[in-house]
């Protein structure tokens, strides 16, 4: 159980903190902190993840109290479905910390879609909390919940939902108008969204003027505009041609390098999910089945589910060096002078390294320290499905035995 803090911790030095307080502590009279910390439970002081779900339940349907206790000591969607109840979401706990990029991924009707309208306070939970900024949003009152939506939080869905009947300028500025914001000011404001997303030029057209990609950039920019921290994208590429789709997501991936959002991305395709996601959550009737790194879904699926996703993903787009070394070798410099990876150099260019110097390639930190080394061989295993490391060979130099 985390314990918002506030922003005194901030002014001092962390340690000095830790010792000045107990855990459980908290500072009502002072004023809540951009950047909340919490206590953990082992006392030391941490900075707040931005967004965090803590043991969501979303039941439809009858006497849902009792459905949650069921569900907790173990039953299932379908066990329920014959009682007349849908377990929409099953006790889903995840964090997202500022800036990060948290993909919910699963089949239609694994429970994306629900998870993702608690957290915006759309729906009320069945049971458990959502906390933003370390304040509990299942607590507050309606007119606050709405105060917190309109300024903090901007939603991208999947069919754009613009007004054909606004220009595309009216439609960036449509949150801002909501917030009360003056036209003079929300004008520029979305005329910089629309540019920040490629459509500056197009601020006088209509919507029909423009294609589905471009619209979907109107609806990215409405959501920017606003200047919202936590934007929530609901199958936003979803309906757009594959590369039109590629080209979103890499403009979502170039913006969020200077802009640091917080957002939550639901899709139902994997790739989509390891292209943009610092952590993806896989979501299996109702449940968090695995949540982890790209690379984490990849080289360790929790279960067959999870790997029968993963079967047709190109691995090579999404490994790095820092997955694929073996760590068993560290220095504090490069074992020779030789072209160096950083832990994040893709697997492709890592390939490249691999074939310009004449043996495994060094991996090397920011400080210029040798974190891991690649050979060729682990390389070429981690582009097939098993695992990577050489077996033993009852001919350990390779030759053939010729047979007569
Ligand atoms: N208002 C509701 N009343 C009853 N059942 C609901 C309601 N909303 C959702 N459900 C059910 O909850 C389950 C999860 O639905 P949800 O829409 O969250 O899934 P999803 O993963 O977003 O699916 P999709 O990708 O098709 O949108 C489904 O079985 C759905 O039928």
């Known amino acids: 159980m985390v314990t918002p803090l506030t922003c005194v911790f901030a002014l001092r030095p962390l340690g000095q903190a830790r010792r000045r307080i107990g855990a459980g502590h908290t500072f009502p009279h002072v004023r809540q902190a951009a950047v909340p910390f919490f206590l953990s439970p082992d006392g030391e002081v941490r900075v707040s993840a931005r967004l965090e779900a803590d043991h969501l339940f979303k039941v439809f349907g009858r006497r849902q109290d009792e459905a949650v206790e069921r569900l907790r000591a173990g039953a299932d969607r379908e066990e329920l479905r014959a009682d007349g109840t849908t ?9 997202v910390d500022p800036g990060q990029i948290f993909v919910v991924m699963g089949l239609s009707g694994s429970g994306k879609s629900t998870l993702l309208r608690m957290l915006n306070g759309l729906l009320e939970p069945t049971a458990g909390h959502v906390r933003f900024d370390g304040r509990d949003l299942t607590a507050l009152g309606d007119r606050e919940l709405r105060e917190v939506r309109a300024r903090k939080i901007s939603m991208v869905f999947q069919h754009f939902a613009l007004f054909p009947h606004r220009s595309v300028l009216d439609n960036a500025a449509y949150g801002l108008a909501v917030q009360g914001v003056p036209r003079a000011e929300r004008e520029k404001r979305a005329a910089r969204a629309l540019e920040l997303c490629g459509l500056a030029g197009w601020e006088t057209s209509w919507p029909d003027e423009l294609s589905g990609g471009m619209q979907q950039r109107v609806g990215l920019a409405r959501a920017l505009a606003t200047d919202a921290d936590l934007l929530l994208m609901d199958e936003s590429f ?14 979502l991936l170039t913006l969020q390098k200077t802009l640091k959002k917080t957002i939550v991305f639901i899709t139902h395709d994997l790739n989509e999910a390891m292209r943009l996601g610092d952590r993806i959550a896989v979501m299996r009737d109702g449940r968090i089945v695995q949540n982890g790194t790209a690379e984490d879904i990849l080289l360790r699926p929790a279960d067959d589910y999870v790997a029968s996703f993963i079967q047709d993903v190109d691995r090579s787009r999404v490994l790095t060096a820092g997955a694929v070394m073996d760590t068993s070798v560290t220095a504090d410099a490069p074992l020779c002078r030789c072209e160096t990876a950083s832990p994040t150099t893709p697997f492709a260019e890592l390939c490249a390294i691999s074939a310009r110097v004449p043996h ?3 991996v090397v930190d920011g400080a210029g320290r040798l974190v891991g080394v690649v050979p060729q061989q682990r390389l070429v295993g981690f582009l097939g499905d098993g695992p990577a490391d050489p077996v033993p060979c009852d001919a350990p130099d390779g030759k053939v035995a010729a047979h007569a």
């Open 87 to 95: 377990a929409a979401v099953i006790d889903a706990s995840f964090t």
């Open 238 to 251: 979803s309906a757009l041609d594959p590369l039109i789709r590629r080209d979103m997501q890499d403009q």
């Open 360 to 362: 495994r390639v060094s």
